[in-house]
T-cell receptor, first 113, second 114 residues
Framework: GENVEQHPSTLSVQEGDSAVIKCTYS??????FPWYKQELGKRPQLIID?????GEKKDQRIAVTLNKTAKHFSLHITETQPEDSAVYFC????????????FGIGTKLQVIP | KAGVTQTPRYLIKTRGQQVTLSCSPI?????VSWYQQTPGQGLQFLFE???????NKGNFPGRFSGRQFSNSRSEMNVSTLELGDSALYLC?????????????FGPGTRLTVL
């Protein structure tokens, strides 16, 4: 099955700095890579996603980059704000007739004011 | 537009019992996916239903089952509960599938097995 490794598990940054979270996957046929944000006690929310036919996607302060050769994709948050503090999950959609979703273990981001 | 709702929000059961959780998707959404979230394993995909049919399935034992009704509401059943089934169970709905378009999560049902 698919393996997804997410790093780091915790990340503290000063407000205004950038944060980068990386996920490495094993299934070379994976073709969809979403990122979810989960604030404490709340439900996960999709914040950005990328498909295998593009290398980068941006949405205001958030960007995702994909390196299919190296089989990793990263979430970049610029000009971090305290409200960015949350747990971030990556995920991949693997191949096969019964596709299954695999999530990273999560990264707890703390933005220090 | 109303969001995804789940009932009950909290549940306490004992080992060996069974439990049924309910999920009402956003109006118009035909895909409902179920996930288990625990501190140790993180988020794990259970299964997805689309138009009353199970379309995708994760790596969970047969004790975990589900169904979807004609109005797209879905239920998940866990039989012969084990201590390790204690978790937050999340459902999510979308128009076409969890990774075809944006899926929206419900608030979850927190299940505690004693």
């Amino acid at each position: 099955g698919e393996n997804v490794e997410q790093h780091p598990s915790t990340l503290s940054v000063q407000e205004g700095d950038s944060a980068v979270i990386k996920c490495t996957y094993s299934d070379s046929a994976s073709n969809y890579f979403p990122w979810y944000k989960q604030e404490l006690g709340k439900r996960p929310q999709l914040i950005i996603d990328i498909r295998s036919n593009v290398g980068e996607k941006k949405d205001q302060r958030i960007a995702v980059t994909l390196n299919k050769t190296a089989k990793h994709f990263s979430l970049h948050i610029t000009e971090t704000q305290p409200e960015d503090s949350a747990v971030y999950f990556c995920a991949t959609l693997g191949s096969g007739g019964y596709q299954k979703v695999t999530f990273g273990i999560g990264t707890k981001l703390q933005v220090i004011p | 537009k109303a969001g995804v709702t789940q009932t009950p929000r909290y549940l306490i059961k004992t080992r060996g019992q069974q439990v049924t959780l309910s999920c009402s998707p956003i109006s118009g959404h035909r895909s409902v996916s179920w996930y288990q979230q625990t501190p140790g394993q993180g988020l794990q995909f259970l299964f997805e239903y689309f138009s009353e049919t199970q379309r995708n399935k994760g790596n969970f034992p047969g004790r975990f089952s589900g169904r979807q009704f004609s109005n797209s509401r879905s239920e998940m059943n866990v039989s012969t509960l084990e201590l390790g089934d204690s978790a937050l169970y999340l459902c999510a709905s979308s128009f076409t599938g969890p990774f075809s378009d944006t899926q929206y999560f419900g608030p979850g049902t927190r299940l505690t097995v004693l």
